[in-house]
């Protein structure tokens, strides 16, 4: 099987899992209401920059690669 394949096959296959746990895991560690995420409204609608969430989930993806 071809090495770009094999990338490819495992990138569907983690957004898949990532669409079936996201919602759980994103009530349970509140993702988008952590310090240094920011959220404004403006013209009635609300716009949410969760940067401090996006650090913390970039962390721990790290830390799991270099576990496996």
Do not use: C, E
């Amino acid at each position: 099987m071809n090495v770009m394949l094999k990338w490819i096959l495992t990138l569907v296959v983690a957004i898949f899992l990532l669409g079936l746990v996201g919602p759980h895991l994103a009530r349970f560690i509140r993702y988008g209401q952590l310090p240094g995420d920011l959220a404004f409204r403006r013209s009635g609608r609300t716009y949410y920059f969760p940067f401090a969430s996006i650090i913390l989930f970039s962390l721990l993806l790290w830390l799991v690669s270099r576990i496996l």
